[in-house]
């Protein structure tokens, strides 16, 4: 297959899409949270952004592939990362190797904020679920309750 006929059959930016939904999310929690929680739950979207930005795109089909490179690899033009691409399905499917690696391995926090992590993704999973973002079973389902705090 040629590179064009390839870029012409990937799919379309998702709408809405991470970024999207997360900023929804931290929108209707700053109203509800005390200050220094809502900080919590800012930097844990903020790391998990980083994360699905940077490695997410390890799930992702050949199409799939394609249409970030395409728009990753865009000079002067409409630039856009993996969060500005792709729709909030995304989201949990994320979490158990945010928890499990990312953490862990790139972040390097204390037990603290891995448990304050694990909160903030577990209120995002069943605002997902709520909201119609999520498949129904995802707030039961959610992976990171079998990954142990160290």
Not at 25 to 38: A, C, D, I, V
Not at 83 to 93: M, T, V
Not at 103 to 126: D, N, Y
Request: charged letters at 30%; one cysteine or more.
């Amino acid at each position: 297959m040629k590179p064009v006929e390839f870029f012409s059959k990937c799919p379309v930016p998702a709408s809405p899409c991470v970024d999207d939904v997360l900023q929804m999310f931290l929108g209707e929690q700053k109203s509800r949270l005390k200050p220094r929680t809502y900080r919590h739950y800012e930097r844990v979207v903020d790391l998990l952004r980083r994360y699905m930005n940077g490695y997410a795109y390890e799930g992702l089909s050949k199409a799939e592939l394609g249409m970030l490179d395409r728009y990753s690899a865009q000079e002067g033009g409409e630039y856009r990362s993996f969060c500005q691409l792709f729709g909030p399905e995304w989201i949990p499917k994320s979490f158990g190797m945010f928890h499990s690696w990312f953490m862990v391995r790139k972040v390097m926090c204390g037990r603290e904020f891995k448990r304050a992590a694990r909160t903030v993704t577990g209120k995002l999973a069943t605002w997902l679920k709520d909201r119609d973002f999520a498949e129904p079973g995802i707030a039961r389902d959610h992976p990171i309750e079998h990954v142990p705090v160290k």
